[in-house]
């Protein structure tokens, strides 16, 4: 069973919006919904790549200990049908919430084609090698467009996610389509609730955001930066030929995680059935173009269950006045860790060493110099660890 929930973010005028989607199988009006976008957005928290600190204790009194921030990180009416129908079927008609629903069948992709744009589809020019290869499939297309004056009654300002249920032995994703008339590349990001365990592509070699690392401080205040400067390198680096995993976690817990799991109701509405299931989610993030991504993305459900996400460490140093040996050490331990830290950054995100040390600066290490110990503060220090 597939349950496929479509959120899109859209910019411009709403009546010139169109979805087409390319399904295995005819749809019926029972398999169509209009979902509530707070439920992309939980699963959006849960799975966000995150930061976490950690507060240096006294040198002189080992102790640690971990703080978790999370982070809080409409249409004109139809086009009269034209006098041919170009091969094309009308399947089904469906009103579903704000959206006009079509169901199509089509024998020529020329045809489907132009039959799109007659009937005031904004459908780009040059489609037609795209829909033809789905025509071969024989696969049927979900159409969709607004209906601004539904859209209004029902008091939205947004597209509401779409959500389509359908059987299929088909594990796949259509994007070329999207592709035709994308204004450079897109960011796409798909979460993957199953049963078995982590979901990958198996036509495309799937990687783990770069995780773990020590980072400068100032890097809490710059998170999202930080993270696209990251990630563009890491697509760089893979010449844009790569998906991204950047959480793979069961859904029952995650401790700790950027959000709380979702409740069995949200799983529920997302296509989650059974009695007790709880399933595995896979954020998979991807940028693409027609160049680099010239085939749909198609996945496999693995049976792994290793927990893992995109997770960064600030560490605060200690501040406080102490005289120990411990202390000593410790203080000029920080400058190699602070360093360290900057490499890291520097690495990840492609930035400028010298920039990112600027940036760390003027970050002082508080407290009493680290200067040697006088003989008889290692001698006390010594006595009191006896």
């Not at 032995?169 to 035709?180: A, Y």
């Amino acid at each position: 069973h597939t349950v496929l929930t479509m959120a899109n973010d859209f910019q411009g005028d709403l009546s010139e919006f169109a979805l087409v989607v390319p399904v295995p199988t005819f749809i019926e009006r029972r398999q169509i919904a209009v979902v509530d976008k707070a439920l992309l957005d939980h699963l959006d928290a849960f799975t966000a790549p995150r930061l976490v600190e950690y507060f240096d204790e006294d040198p002189c009194r080992p102790r640690f200990e971990e703080l978790d921030m999370m982070r809080k990180m409409a249409a004109p009416p139809a086009a009269a049908a034209p006098r041919r129908d170009h091969g094309v079927t009308i399947e089904a008609t469906y009103t579903v919430g704000e959206y006009d629903i079509l169901i199509l069948s089509a024998r020529q992709s020329n045809g489907l084609e132009t039959w799109l744009i007659e009937n005031g589809y904004k459908i780009p020019r040059g489609a037609a090698a795209i829909l033809g290869s789905y025509i071969k499939q024989q696969m049927r297309f979900f159409v969709a467009r607004v209906n601004v004056k539904e859209q209004k009654k029902l008091g939205f300002n947004f597209l509401r996610p779409l959500q389509v249920s359908f059987d299929s032995p088909k594990f796949m994703l259509p994007i070329r389509l999207g592709t035709v008339n994308a204004n450079g590349t897109q960011d796409l990001f798909v979460f993957a609730l199953s049963r078995k365990g982590r979901v990958e592509t198996t036509n495309y070699r799937t990687v783990r955001i770069p995780t773990g690392m020590d980072l400068p401080l100032f890097v809490k205040g710059e998170f999202k930066p930080f993270y696209t400067a990251m990630f563009d390198e890491q697509v760089r680096a893979e010449d844009m030929r790569v998906v991204v995993l950047e959480h793979a976690w069961d859904m029952g817990w995650c401790d700790p995680c950027s959000a709380d799991p979702l409740r069995p109701e949200e799983l529920k509405k997302l296509g989650v059935s059974g009695e007790g299931v709880t399933p595995f989610i896979s954020r998979l993030h991807v940028r693409y173009d027609a160049q680099h991504f010239p085939e749909d993305l198609v996945f496999q459900e693995t049976a792994d269950r290793q927990n893992f996400q995109g997770r960064y460490v600030l560490r605060h140093p200690w501040s406080g006045q102490a005289t120990c040996e411990q202390a000593y050490h410790y203080r000029a331990s920080l400058s190699a860790r602070q360093e360290t830290e900057a490499q890291n950054l520097a690495h990840l995100t492609g930035w400028s060493i010298d920039r990112v040390r600027r940036k760390i600066g003027g970050a002082k290490i508080q407290g009493v110099a680290p200067s040697e110990p006088a003989w008889y503060e290692r001698l006390w220090a010594a006595m009191r660890t006896e």
